[in-house]
């Protein structure tokens, strides 16, 4: 079993930064890909931000500048820090992680449960 957790989410007002983390445990022989997506109310889950194992990043235009991804092999765990937050950010934010179990077995994705984030004045 593997789980992710996320953690930091909160109520920010416009302009204002807010740092997520999402931990991986349980059976893991080693993490790939991570990577934030976040869902907005009647709207589809979007890519924000991934990082490789060896920290190359990709970023949705949209965030581009503002939000920075980042991860710590040793603590299975990656993060993202968001400046500069507007409104239209406001969504439930969802970590994932490509996670091979056992050597030889393939990788697969996991998800968190998500954590809600909220711009608003």
């Known amino acids: 079993q593997v789980q992710l957790v996320e953690s930091g989410g909160g109520l920010v007002q416009p302009g204002g930064s807010l740092g997520l983390s999402c931990a991986a445990s349980g059976t893991i022989f080693r993490i790939y890909g991570m990577g934030w997506y976040r869902q907005a109310l009647g709207k589809q889950r979007e890519l924000v931000a991934t990082i490789t194992r060896d920290g190359s990043t990709n970023y949705a235009d949209s965030v581009k500048g503002r939000f920075t991804i980042s991860r710590d092999n040793a603590k299975n765990t990656v993060y993202l820090q968001m400046n500069n937050l507007k409104p239209e950010d406001t969504a439930v934010y969802y970590c994932?992680?490509?996670?091979?179990?056992?050597?030889?077995?393939?990788?697969?994705?996991?998800w968190g449960q998500g954590t809600q984030v909220t711009v608003s004045s």
């Open positions: 994932s992680a490509a996670v091979r179990v056992l050597p030889g077995q393939n990788a697969f994705d996991h």
